[in-house]
């Protein structure tokens, strides 16, 4: 009998953490749903009360949780600190703080959870930010370049679909954006970047960053008219896409430019 009590409460005991750690996963997501609410549109900036907070519920679901849901919390975690640093500040000094949390965070998690598509791909996105911050000496001192691409391919490897086609989109980025520096790094390729962006686009057409890419990377190999065509779509959308925030601050980006390609 008293064996079977114990396994009662040790039974009793594995669903109450359960259902609290799933608790505090739907209250995160509840919290990063709001993320983009208070948003102003003069300064493209988001309040920061809603990211701070499920920020804080994904650290303590960290602390809690195990096995799959500790891989969610992670990812999800590395997405917050990207949007935190993306779109509630325009500090420099701020940003780098907030990307090194989302790229510690991520190779921690790795560690444990190798063969994650959300912890690959929100590094990976994580590190591009950084790169960006810290700037071109930095990034190609840390191999930041040659890290987003190992980590992308294994997000494709792993689920192509993920975060509507992600492991592409941000692959094909890199492609783009990444410096040919002959022999050291040789794959950038424009030309290529197209390619893999419309696999992106195959799998998700509606998504505004991939669009935004693509026809960043059609406008570079000379294909104007349907690069230009794509932008003016991005600007004609009526509804929230990827959120408040995002879709602000990627039309404002179109509308850049294209200003600058009528220059």
Same mark, same amino acid.
């Given at each position: ?6 396994? &009662? ?5 594995? %669903?109450?953490?359960? #259902?609290?750690? @799933?608790? +505090?996963?739907?209250?995160? *997501? $509840? ?40 891989e969610e919390a ?19 000094? &701020? ?5 090194? %949390?989302?790229?510690? #965070?991520?190779? @921690?998690? +790795?560690?444990?959870?190798? *063969? $994650? ?103 570079s190999q000379g ?41």
């Amino acid at each position: 009998m008293r064996k079977i009590t114990v396994l &009662m409460f040790a039974v009793s005991l594995l %669903l109450t953490t359960q #259902l609290l750690s @799933q608790s +505090l996963l739907e209250k995160a *997501d $509840s919290l990063w749903e709001k993320r983009g609410e208070n948003f102003d549109q003069q300064t493209l900036l988001a309040d920061s009360a809603y990211i701070n907070q499920a920020i804080q519920g994904y650290k303590q679901l960290i602390q809690t949780a195990d096995g799959a849901e500790k891989e969610e919390a992670i990812w999800k975690l590395i997405r917050a600190y990207y949007f935190k640093g993306k779109h509630t500040t325009h500090d420099k000094e &701020m940003k780098k703080a907030i990307y090194d %949390l989302g790229k510690e #965070l991520g190779e @921690q998690g +790795l560690q444990q959870f190798p *063969d $994650s598509p959300g912890i690959n791909l929100f590094l990976a996105i994580v590190w591009g930010v950084w790169g960006e911050e810290y700037g071109i000496l930095a990034a190609a001192r840390k191999g930041v370049a040659g890290k987003i691409k190992d980590l992308c391919e294994k997000t494709i490897e792993l689920d192509p679909e993920f975060d509507e086609g992600g492991g592409y989109r941000v692959l094909g980025r890199v492609y783009f954006k990444a410096p040919k520096i002959w022999p050291i790094l040789r794959w950038p390729s424009k030309e290529k970047s197209v390619e893999i962006l419309e696999k992106s686009l195959e799998i998700s057409p509606k998504n505004l960053n991939t669009r935004q890419f693509l026809a960043e990377a059609f406008y570079s190999q000379g294909e104007k008219e349907q690069a230009i065509q794509m932008m003016n779509e991005i600007l004609a959308e009526d509804q929230m896409i990827e959120g408040v925030a995002e879709d602000a601050v990627i039309k404002s980006e179109v509308r850049e430019m294209l200003a600058d390609w009528q220059k």
